[in-house]
């Protein structure tokens, strides 16, 4: 028996500590949730909340450590850590708006928390794992619980069609991606990263990937909501519940797209050239789809939607670059966007109220007389999603932008900048609504105190961190470092 | 004190935190004490760092680091030299004039608080602007106080030409904004930085043609911001917005940040010919078209706004012959003068209960002597009469364009000064003098301003008289030119034989002589009617058609751009549609074809089998036919599939060719 | 011995079974069994891979798929009872509230 046991590398548990506990907690969330009286169940949201707090320190303690264990598949490095410190941040926010919004909703339940949990975990698995299928064990481990909390209000037919829609795309798509991965296996004979890179090392490139590289780019696609995969994101945004919406449209996209990344980058390095291509013509498409849709919709909550599909094509130029710079400046937009557009959706969280979800144009007719303040940060959030300085949005987009010109996409550069103008247009309209027109009389605004909290946050985060980059450069240069750092 | 020089716009941020947040609540119509306060102080502080400035002190001020990567690195930090120093003087000394004025002016309005909170916030973005060290610090400035500006023309929302002005403003300047940021991204792929000092050392080593590239786009930022051709359409309707912001935004500060930018790189500018020719074309036309459109306005503020869009060609055909402090020197007697008229007319205003149009005054200086008396030396100071401010600015730029050779620009722009004092003194008649046409209600309580109102007018026309004054020769350049020189690159044109061939008072006389005829011209035509002008309007009415519609440029551009942008709008949020459609019928067809499939290769069976096995085939086939409406799940899978299937051709085909 | 290509097409055949049946039913049920369907052929694919290649990681990969699989059809069938009882149907036409 020892014999057996000798020839095996026992792996190194303290690399999956944060994963665990994150489970712990999750679990833990699930099992005392039934004795609490249902007038306390936000109990579970501080629990979770403490949790994330724990989690972030514990991560923090693993900066500027590299570990990679569990025969090649799970890598702890700075890039994986700070990918899971940004969980944490926005989940954290995820968590304070959601507090009230559950209770308006009437569906203030502890799984709620235990699958922001679970699918934190299948997030922080995404960013570390080095192994293709580690990939697509992370993804459904996000997606699943993302599935139930998309139908979370189990009595909206709009919820429950928004869960559906997304579950169905989600399942389908991740056959493809799968598809993919298989491929990947029995062209290089692994589907560790690792291996992929020293088999096209040895072997050149082999056509079979060429395909495989598509079908994971689809794959991933979904999640990130890229064009031509963007097309449930509106519908799901819209139905979904606004708490959920805000964390699906930034939280797993950031984790796809890391994960796009590590994938492009460690395993298919030799083909640069050509995944670079791919996601040129991509990253313009979204860009231009996401920005020119937007402009006709009148539900907030939809034209932030499309506005993240807009993001998501800034977010490639990141990868695209294929560069030190376009990492960091990458991790930074993540930052920036997990801010603002958090931010944005939790103030129409804030304009819930009785029999108004606030997800209208309407509903923030006259907001900057009813309630100032809102308005005032709203018009932040929606200068940061513009890319006006000084706001976090405007560093974010133009380190990017460097990036990419660094990389020498000078159309492509164009194209940004010239949907930026257009994405503007749809921003103003939102604080047109707000400034320039009268209120309506109807319910009076809640002012719920932890979405006054989160949101103040979020606007005080999206200022200082755009006039004061630094703390978040430094990460990000950190996490860059793990690509290029020789 | 230059190392203070950081606290400048520090006063005016803490006045707008402490009116943003504790105004409306709190403060309310006590909001002048932290606003005007706040200016005095920035004022002060900008005196006392211009004197160091003046015994020839400059400072790199690095406050922390902003963006700093392997490849970027740009601090927050303030640059000031002899250029700054000015800026500051003029953007200080009028902002303080104007929150003084404004405390009459705005006094009986709701928003009280909100609108002392924008415009610290406008004076604050207005010094970053002036101070920031690198190209991304001023466009910081470039985009804040692009934005201050659209909330001000917004300021009466209630109104909807206000808040679409406002939008047509943010708009139309943005797209100058994105051939600014175009232009930064071009300095530093070629050069890796964008702190000034860096990029002016440096410039030696790019290729004309990128400096030519680089500078194009810049300067296309430039005629957004400053409203030059083609992009001035929005300034005449900023008009919408109080008249101390028209007086302060869009007349003595955020229009010039163009001149501004374009002579803080006059190294780039220079060796680039090709873009300095470019500017001066078109600050020259500009000046040219502005003032043949103020000719034929009624309402006094569009006057104005036209002679600001006028002047500001000036400047920029100042800095486009290579004389960029005569440029600079305009700027800042402009920003006196016009800032001077823009705040006596908004006096008026106050007493004609808001009423613009010149057809409903005249005989105002009986009511209001201070006003009318400001308003004349602004005009004056417009019209280029010595020893007004304005004389000695414009006289310098249409010199240099003389000794440089650009005759035809010179011929122009000498006839534009005449235009200018034209269509200056037809409002100063129309609106002061002659026959009183005002109406019976407004003339009951017609009025002189407030004190607070008429001193922050004297003090301007004091401006507005002596600032020319720096401007006075020096041996071969001029006081102003002399403490400009360290920052100024200053360009030898080869042919300065016209300097000799035509003394300078030759063309002094000349241009004050343009001048007065103009002023004569509209003497004999509003104040004595020896000519009819509408008789001349009727005998040139394709002319007064063409000045009154402002040539048709809204109409052209909202037929162009404006129902464009919505064409596609509307386009892409059918397209959605239309693909739905296409794929449901493409579905269809497929759908046929297989069914079509599935009963011939199957009738053998449906002939030999049995009843049952046919009405299930047939079933099947029906099935196969209603699958024509497919649910949107599907077609949203569909396109995934449509996607990668497209992917995977193209990038296949790109691959084996 | 089947050679590798013979069962990579035959996962290829199924894959696109599946991919049929989940573009062109109506009903959720089978929509899902169609997806169903192309997850089990890219475990054909795995294994035929696996025993073409003589490495055992091809054979385990398709029990985390099943396993994944699995929890997408529990989840799955969760939300269709609770569309179902908002709309009475499981017609996936008819769920297109969320549109434009």
Redesign the interface.
Known sequence: MSNFLAGIQFPDITAIIPEVIALIIGCLILLIDPFIPKQKKRLNGYIALFGFVVLFFVTLSYLGKSIVTFFDMFSVDNFSTSMKLFFFVANFVVVLISLRYLEMEDSNLGEYYALLMFATVGMMVMVSSKDLIMFYIGLETMAIPLYVLAGFIRMNERSAESALKYLLMGVFVSGIFLYGIALTYGATGSTKLVDIVRFTYINGVNPILFVAIILIACGLGLEIAMVPFHFWAPDVYEGAPTSVTAFISVVPKVAAIAALLRVYFEGFTFFAPYWQTVLWLLSALTMIIGNVTAVVQDNVKRMLAYSSVAHAGYMLMGILSFNELGVSSLVYYFFAYSFMNIGAFALVIYLRRKNIVGDRLEDFRGLAQKDPIAALVMVVFLLSLAGVPPTVGFVGKFLIFSAALKAGFYWLLVIAVVTSVISLYYYFKIARSMYLEEPVADEPLLQPLSVKIAIFLLAILTVVFGVYPTPIMNLADLSAKVFFGY | MIEYAWLIPVFPLVGMTIN??FG?KYIKDKAHWVAVPALGLSWLFSILVFIDVLNGKTALIEL?????????NVK?AFWIDQLTAVMLMVVTTLSFWIHVYSIGYMGHDPGYPRYFTYLNMFVFFMLILVLGSSY?LL??GW??VG?CSYLLI?YW?ERESA?KAG?KA??TN??GD?GF??GM?TL??YLGTLNFNEVFAKAHTLSPEIVTIATLLLFAGATGKSAQIPLYVWLPDAMEGPTPVSALIHAATMVTAGVYMVARSNVLYSMAPLSLEVVAIIGCLTAFFAATIGTSQFDLKRVLAYSTVSQLGYMFFGCGVGAYASGIFHLMTHAFFKGLLFLSSGSVMHAMSDVLDMRLMGSLKKYMPITSFTFIIGGLALAGIPPFAGFWSKDEILHHAFTSGHITLWFLGTLTAGITAYYTFRAVFMTFFGRGRIPKVIKEHLHESPPVMTIPLIVLSIGAIFAGFVGLKKGETTYFGEFLAPVIHVVHHANEGHAKAIPESMLIALSVAVGLTGIFIAYIVHMKKLIDPNEWVKRLWFLHRVFYRKYWVDELYFALFIDR?LD???F??K???WIIDGVVNG?AWI?RAFAWITRYCTEPFIVDGAVNGASYVVDLSARVLR?V????????????????V???T???F??LF | MIPVNVIFLYSLIIFCIGLWGALSRRNVFIVLMGIELMLNAVNIAFVGFASSLGNIAGQIIPIFVITVAAGEAAVGLAIVVAIFRNRLSINIDSFNILKW
Request: charged letters at 10%.
């Open positions: 943003g947040i409306i922390f680091d902003w963006i700093i990567t392997p490849d970027i927050v991304l466009f910081v985009e804040g934005l917004g929302y808040w939008m943010f708009i943005r797209v994105y940021i175009l991204f530093w792929y942008t596609l709008a509307f892409s949020w397209f959605d549609q579905a759908s699958r409406q497919t649910g949107l799940v599907s077609n949203y899978m569909l396109f995934v599939v449509a996607g990668t497209c992917l995977l193209v990038f296949m790109i691959r």
